[in-house]
């Protein structure tokens, strides 16, 4: 029964990928638990973001901003604080406090333009740019306000 | 239970995230928008469990972990199993004085995709909700198996194309037509049974504090545009939703105690399932003129639900 394995394991090439140490069934660690905050993580949910403290583990201390390639920029000047971009954002990536839109995450924004198509100012106050676009250049070329169409 | 105000969105903007981002979603996904809406529905501790799926593997990429709550995986099938087993053990330990903090309040939920709710976990739901746990599950329906290349799952409509139920010059995609989930766990006598939809935010985090409140299983199913396989461009998430919920393709209703049915939303204008299948890429060969039937179809099944849902208001039962 061993032979038979052993023989088995040398087919699919587990012999190179260190075959030879193979544990039991019983052996294997069972399962993995990540801890998502260091020490007490008691009462989070009443604690922003920046008084929490992240593990290594947390995919908050990850990026995904090599995702993108169009970036949303946000312009405060013609934000009404309407948070639609807030409760809609797949990513958590919209910094909100006090009611307040504060900006863009770009470190777990993925460029998605939610956000852009939900905004219900007009011009929108936020707008998809080259993601090597200038932050300046993008708010000086916001366009002006529309006006209605007649139907 | 301390359950946070949705009385407007700026009021519901001041809660703090518990899913973090750079999770490995698709951009545009409205899976962690439905689960980032839950989470912030409640101040209570939480104990999330899920099914495998998009979900699963995409917020638990080794080394990295998107929950800032307790969350479980263990199979395909089982998160109503997991949460359950869990539910019981705090209840025991809470008898027993054995908890960190015995008063804690601490809420149960588990999120699967279609795949493991309508097929694979159906079994191991029912289950779950015969015994009476306190849990709230939510389904996130993208009407596909997505995570494993998008094959049919009996959440599909009828005239969908996919991976295994292709379009071509022989068939028109998926011929049978979607399962009924909803009824069927209201079927179970469960507290509160919902389908919600993510544009409607406000609707949503109604259903799901009134599921978190409830004693005993709540299940709700939400509408999660797809849009790798339903094939729209990622912006249009919240756009598709609104078709979807104008068309009457999904009706929002809540179904209290198996018996007692509102509709929470009824569109001014309904709109023509056209507009709804119109703007998907999965079922653009139904508008081919040898397919025109479906589509009649669709919309006279449409009308048909439409018109139980109404007359099951009415009746109560």
Same mark, same amino acid.
């Given at each position: 029964m061993q032979d038979l394995k052993l023989k088995a394991a040398e087919k699919r090439g587990a012999h190179q990928l260190g075959g030879d140490n193979l544990v039991g069934w019983d052996e294997v660690t069972q399962?993995?638990?990540l801890t998502s905050f260091d020490g007490d993580a008691t009462g989070v949910s009443h604690k922003k973001a920046e008084e929490r403290n992240y593990s290594d583990f947390n995919s908050y201390t990850a990026t995904v901003a090599s995702w993108r390639v169009m970036k949303p920029v946000f312009n405060i000047d013609v934000c009404i604080d309407c948070q639609n971009c807030w409760v809609w954002c797949p990513d958590s990536s919209i910094l909100s406090r006090d009611k307040q839109m504060l900006g863009i995450d770009y470190d777990h924004c993925k460029g998605c333009e939610v956000c852009v198509e939900v905004c219900p100012t007009n011009p929108k106050s936020l707008l998809m740019f080259s993601e090597y676009e200038d932050l300046g250049n993008a708010l000086a070329s916001w366009p002006e306000k529309k006006k209605k169409e007649k139907k | 239970m301390a359950i946070?105000?949705?009385?407007? +969105?700026?009021?519901?903007?001041?809660?703090?995230?518990?899913?973090? %981002? *750079?999770h490995t979603l698709c951009p545009g996904c409205a899976h962690s928008m439905i689960v980032r809406e839950l989470m912030n529905c409640t101040d209570d501790n939480l104990v999330v469990s899920s099914n495998t799926g998009c979900l699963?593997?995409?917020?638990a990429v080794y080394p990295f972990t998107s929950w800032d709550t307790s969350w479980i995986h263990i199979g395909f099938e089982n998160a109503a199993t997991s949460v359950s087993a869990a539910q019981v053990m705090h209840k025991v330990r809470k008898k027993k004085g054995t908890l960190k903090d015995n008063d804690a309040p601490v809420k149960f939920v588990a999120f699967g995709g279609d795949g493991s709710t309508y097929d694979i976990g159906f079994q191991w739901l029912s289950g779950a909700f015969e015994r009476q746990h306190d849990f709230t599950?939510?389904? +996130?329906?993208?009407?596909?198996? *997505?995570?494993?290349?998008?094959?049919?799952?009996?959440?599909? &409509?009828?005239?969908? #194309?996919?991976? #295994?139920?292709? *379009? %071509?010059t022989h068939s028109y995609g998926k011929k049978e037509k979607k399962k009924?989930?909803?009824?069927?766990?209201?079927?179970?006598? *469960? &507290?509160y049974v919902a389908q919600l939809s993510p544009n409607k935010w406000k609707m949503m985090a109604k259903g799901f504090q009134k599921a978190l409140e409830a004693e005993g299983p709540c299940f709700i199913n939400t509408v999660s545009p797809c849009c790798t396989e339903w094939k729209f461009e990622p912006k249009d998430?919240?756009?598709? #939703?609104? +078709?979807?919920?104008?068309? +009457?393709?999904?009706?929002?209703?809540?179904i209290i105690d198996g018996h007692e049915l509102n509709i929470l939303y009824r569109p001014k204008n309904i709109l023509k399932v056209e507009d709804y299948l119109g703007a998907q890429g999965r079922y653009k060969h139904l508008f081919k003129p040898e397919y025109k039937h479906i589509i009649e179809k669709i919309q006279s099944d449409i009308d048909e639900d439409w018109a139980r849902l109404q007359r099951r208001e009415e009746a109560r039962v």
């Open positions: 399962g993995i638990v | 946070t105000s949705i009385k407007n +969105l700026k009021e519901f903007s001041t809660n703090n995230d518990r899913f973090e %981002g *750079a699963e593997v995409s917020t599950y939510i389904c +996130l329906d993208n009407e596909n198996y *997505a995570n494993t290349g998008g094959q049919r799952s009996s959440a599909t &409509p009828i005239g969908a #194309t996919t991976s #295994t139920s292709v *379009a %071509g009924d989930i909803v009824s069927i766990m209201a079927a179970h006598g *469960a &507290p998430t919240i756009a598709i #939703t609104d +078709l979807a919920v104008d068309s +009457l393709m999904f009706p929002m209703y809540e």
